[in-house]
């Protein structure tokens, strides 16, 4: 990636968004491994997703919330929104037709399953829509309040 895609401040934000990040990596890594002494909660590739989708989800959050996730030579960030918020509709559809079907399962023997990845991928595309409209209403309210 060119370094010319984001201003100063949007790079020093995204700096300082992934050194907390992997610092919260790190303390949900040490935690699981403490768990893990005691109580197996998690199957190994849902305790994979869950450890990486806090983190990921929480530095897109606040880079979409402090205005550096996308740069400013972006021309019109609304189009992200709707893409989001498809992928977003598509993970509810598919929770709410396994849940119809019978097949979805979110805790199997004291675990979690596997199969509810979907919810936290969605999860994570719901948060994201709603940051980035929430961001647009922000940045809208002080171009308003400037003019």
Request: hydrophobic share 55%.
């Amino acid at each position: 990636m060119r370094g010319d895609h984001f201003d100063e401040f949007q790079v020093a934000k995204r700096h300082r968004l992934g050194l907390q990040s992997f610092i919260l990596t790190i303390v949900l890594i040490l935690a699981n491994g403490i768990i893990k002494m005691t109580y197996i909660w998690a199957e190994p590739l849902m305790e994979m997703l869950v450890l990486l989708y806090i983190p990921v989800t929480y530095f897109t959050v606040m880079s979409i919330w402090r205005g550096a996730y996308t740069s400013k030579k972006v021309k019109n960030p609304n189009v992200y929104i709707p893409m989001f918020g498809l992928v977003a509709l598509f993970g509810l559809f598919v929770i709410v037709q396994s849940i119809w079907s019978g097949v979805f399962v979110m805790v199997e023997d004291g675990m979690l399953a596997n199969s509810s990845g979907i919810v936290f991928q969605t999860t994570f595309m719901i948060l994201i829509t709603i940051s980035m409209i929430m961001r647009r209403a922000a940045d809208f309210r002080m171009l308003r309040a400037e003019s």
